[in-house]
């Protein structure tokens, strides 16, 4: 079974432009994550999706958004980019049903490395 | 709100010995716990994790982790370590509410020395 892939692995853009990240979960997996980490803040919870609907978020800004398709691949975009930003963004999947979420470890991703210069 | 702390930035060992990876808790609620590994320029890897029953439980590459109840704790363990343990370890809390989202602790950082 393959695992959570997200492209592209590194990225450099400069500040005030705009990035699409994208994840694709486990085949069945219907609830996909993301979450930042960086060095000072550690790992934060960004938003989470089951079935192209959002169901949680976190503590950022409008300029983070999400959405989910409905073959559960998953896209975070981020726009005018910050110095801030820059940060190892990480998707992580599970199945998505109530019981089979909470309880079920998280799958994640290798992350995307985004560079903010 | 859920939150999850991991007292000690770093934890030094020599190869063979015990390793403890501390973690402590605090939810509203009976919590799902969870322990992840992630290597440089990795994601995080799944070790093991705790929902109901045992208190101690067993998971990957040797590790265990015992739940403590009283003292809000899950403190994950290695009766031998190996250099290649040597990594950044993360506790992570879940709790069976309407809440989807891991709150991770800081993380650990082990290094395991030969």
């Known amino acids: 079974k393959a695992g959570v892939t997200q492209t592209p692995r590194y990225l450099i853009k400069t500040r005030g432009q705009q990035v699409t990240l994208s994840c694709s979960p486990i085949s069945g997996h219907r609830s996909v994550s993301w979450y930042q980490q960086t060095p000072g803040q550690g790992l934060q919870f960004l938003f989470e999706y089951f079935s192209e609907t959002q169901r949680n978020k976190g503590n950022f800004p409008g300029r983070f958004s999400g959405r989910q398709f409905s073959n559960s691949r998953s896209e975070m975009n981020v726009s005018t980019l910050e110095l801030g930003d820059s940060a190892l963004y990480l998707c992580?999947?599970?199945?998505?049903?109530?019981?089979?979420?909470?309880?079920?470890?998280?799958?994640f991703g290798q992350g995307t490395r985004l560079t903010v210069v | 709100a859920q939150s999850v702390a991991q007292p000690e930035d770093q934890v030094n060992v020599a190869e063979g010995n015990p390793l403890t990876v501390k973690c402590t808790y605090s939810v509203s609620g009976n919590p799902y716990l969870f322990w992840y590994v992630q290597y440089p320029n990795r994601g995080l890897q799944f070790l093991l994790k705790y929902i109901t029953g045992d208190n101690l439980v067993k998971g990957s590459y040797g590790f265990e982790a015992e739940f403590n109840k009283s003292q809000t704790s899950f403190h994950l363990k290695k009766p031998s370590a190996l250099v290649s343990d040597s990594a950044l370890y993360f506790c992570?809390?879940?709790?069976?509410?309407?809440?989807?989202?891991?709150?991770f602790g800081a993380g650990t950082t082990v290094t395991v020395r030969a």
């Open positions: 992570a809390v879940r709790v069976p509410s309407n809440d989807y989202k891991l709150s």
């Open positions: 992580a999947s599970t199945p998505g049903l109530l019981t089979g979420t909470l309880n079920t470890e998280a799958f």
